[in-house]
């Protein structure tokens, strides 16, 4: 690896979640793979391309991401981009370099809602909602038992911070060119009743007393009793109620269950992120060993192999949450 400068990342968790330099494989392996997948589209940024399917080599050569150590204590981990290639102009920063300089620019704007510094380093509107996205996912919330921060190429950490709902939706705004969608005949109600329990869930509900509508006033909304996403499709025990709800002209779509928030500029879009997010807590925290998660992780494993009744091989491994037909 290079020892040049402007070539490192490095990302510390600390907190009640690490222990003697401990962490969970499923907490700092999704903090990995989601600060590459922000590089990778960053880089996609900068040569002004959608990347919705496969990274393409030329940028996976130039922007992989390789951890070269840790070190103790609260978990560091230093990740580094590969070596420079010889040229005539070896002081100058490469694409690669750029694009790590454009990172640091991106988690700084994203921690101090900074939406003009935001949309100047990411000027393409999906694209800039899909890197909030994966940022958003791995930064800590109120309450989290861990802290992130990043330092880029030696100068001081960096906190990262997740914004509000609100400060995320200025964030990633969608644009004005947006055709609102039919509002739906379903309506959502709050009922009281009795049900018999099992292990804090409900079991069978027996009697209601009382039902009044919520005023939620979706956009649309979406029960799925499969999930596909990456790969692999989901068969539900039973259908979920996603509602899409729109909100200073973003569709988002929140499951407090199971900690997934989902946006996008259509209720397709909103649909294959949550289908992606879904995924993606199935193979790092349903998959994982009890011991090595935490107590609100290992909460969540429970709820999500309950809910879960059978998962089949499905279509392209880097496909995402296009749900036609399977409902």
């Known amino acids: 690896m290079s020892e040049g400068k402007n070539r490192k990342i490095e990302v510390t968790l600390a907190g009640d979640a690490v222990q003697d330099g401990r962490v969970s494989v499923s907490l700092f392996a999704k903090t990995l793979q989601s600060i590459q997948e922000v590089v990778f589209q960053i880089a996609g940024s900068r040569l002004k391309r959608e990347m919705k399917g496969p990274v393409p080599a030329v940028i996976r050569k130039a922007c992989e991401l390789f951890l070269v150590r840790t070190e103790p204590g609260s978990l560091s981990a230093i990740l580094e981009l590969p070596e420079k290639e010889t040229s005539?102009?070896?002081d100058e920063p490469d694409f690669s370099e750029h694009v790590i300089e454009d990172t640091r620019k991106v988690i700084e704007a994203?921690?101090?809602?900074?939406?003009?510094?935001?949309q100047e380093t990411l000027p393409q509107p999906s694209l800039r909602r899909r890197i909030v996205n994966h940022i958003r996912a791995i930064?800590?919330?109120?309450?989290s038992d861990y802290r992130l921060s990043f330092r880029f190429n030696g100068g001081p950490p960096k906190v990262l911070i997740r914004p509000s709902k609100e400060s995320l939706y200025r964030l990633a705004p969608i644009p004005d060119s947006y055709e609102k969608i039919e509002e739906p005949t379903l309506k959502f109600v709050e009922a009281k009743g009795m049900a018999q329990m099992e292990n804090g869930d409900i079991k069978k509900w027996v009697e209601t007393y009382e039902v009044s509508e919520l005023d939620l006033d979706p956009d649309h909304v979406w029960r799925p009793s499969k999930i596909r996403a990456k790969g692999k499709l989901f068969h539900l025990a039973h259908p979920i109620a996603c509602v899409i709800e729109k909100q200073d002209d973003l569709l988002f779509s929140e499951d407090a269950n199971l900690g997934i928030i989902a946006y996008g500029d259509s209720r397709e879009e909103v649909i294959r992120e949550f289908s992606e997010?879904?995924?993606v807590l199935w193979d790092v925290i349903a998959q994982e060993e009890?011991?090595?998660?935490?107590?609100?992780?290992l909460s969540l494993k429970r709820k999500l192999i309950k809910l879960v009744r059978k998962v089949e091989a499905h279509g392209d491994k880097e496909g995402a949450g296009d749900q036609r037909g399977i409902n």
């Open 277 to 279: 997010e879904f995924a």
């Open 290 to 297: 009890d011991n090595l998660l935490t107590q609100d992780a």
């Open 88 to 90: 005539l102009f070896q």
């Open 139 to 143: 930064a800590p919330s109120d309450g």
């Open 110 to 118: 994203f921690s101090e809602v900074d939406e003009a510094r935001l």
